[in-house]
Each structure stands twice: as structure tokens, then as C-alpha cells.
């Protein structure tokens, strides 16, 4: 696990540099680190970094597996809402890029379901917006 945790971090540092200077084309060895950089998104500030060193990769499984991680970290990690609202005021693109997932047709119904009790009972302040689209979004899935 130490070792599979550790090559994800080298991976992205490696491409760090690449991924920051490249244009829209996301090489090969870039979508590898993406790829596995998923399976790492536990925390808004992790999500975040992997948003601004590999938003040019973001399709297919890439997109897919970052989604997922998304959608749980907003149902399991509900105390944590605070972050991502600061990250997504701080980044108007990154909100962007967030809040379309509340639409996924991929996001699993439970998980869904978990997020739209977090939202209807402890709407942190602040989040109005959020708890809002997540309603919106509750109610075009009836």
C-alpha cells in the first residue's frame, strides 16, 4: 500500500512541471499519473490540485474515477463542505468544474441520497448556493 501511495505522489510531481506547462494536450504519462492520482482524492485540497495539474486530461476514466471520488467525499466527509466552498469561491473555474457533478447521471442514487439528507438537515452557512443545486438537482431526478 506504502509503496502504490508513494509511486501516486512521485508520479505527480514528476509531471508537475509537464502538466503546468503543457497546453491542452494531455500526453500519455500525464493521463497514467492522472489516472492513478484518482484513487488518492480524499480531501478538497487534493481534489483541487489534481483539478489545476490535470484538468486537460479530464475525460474517460480519468473523469470518471474523479467523479466518484467527488461524490463521496461530499457524502462522507459532510464536515469538510467548509473547504470546498472556499476552494470553489477562491475559483470560480474549479466551481464550475465541481458543481457539474451534482448533475452526473453517473452519481449512484445512495450516495446521492446520502448528500441530499446532508444538504436538507445541516446546510452549513455559506453553502446556501450549493444546497441549492443539490435540491435543484434532487428534484430533476424524481
Known amino acids: 500500500m506504502r509503496t502504490t501511495v508513494a509511486f501516486a505522489t512521485l508520479a505527480a510531481l514528476l509531471l508537475s512541471s509537464q502538466a ?8 500519455r504519462e500525464e493521463a ?3 489516472e492513478v492520482v484518482t484513487d488518492y482524492l ?20 480519468i473523469a470518471g474515477g474523479a ?3 467527488v461524490q463521496l467525499l461530499w457524502a462522507n466527509r459532510w464536515s469538510e463542505i467548509p473547504t470546498m466552498l ?4 477562491k ?11 451534482i448533475d452526473s447521471e453517473a452519481f449512484p442514487r445512495d450516495t446521492f441520497n446520502t448528500v441530499h439528507a446532508n444538504v436538507t ?5 455559506g453553502a446556501e448556493e450549493f444546497c441549492q443545486a443539490v435540491r435543484s438537482a434532487a428534484k430533476r431526478r424524481q
Open 20 to 27: 503546468h506547462s503543457s497546453s491542452s494536450t494531455c500526453t
Open 32 to 34: 497514467y499519473a492522472a
Open 42 to 61: 480524499t480531501t478538497w485540497d487534493g481534489v483541487y490540485r489534481f483539478y489545476k495539474q490535470f484538468k486537460h486530461c479530464y475525460e474517460g476514466a
Open 67 to 69: 467523479e466518484d471520488k
Open 86 to 89: 472556499a476552494l470553489t469561491t
Open 91 to 101: 475559483d470560480r473555474e474549479f466551481k464550475k468544474f465541481i458543481w457539474v457533478i
Open 121 to 125: 438537515r445541516h446546510c452549513p452557512k
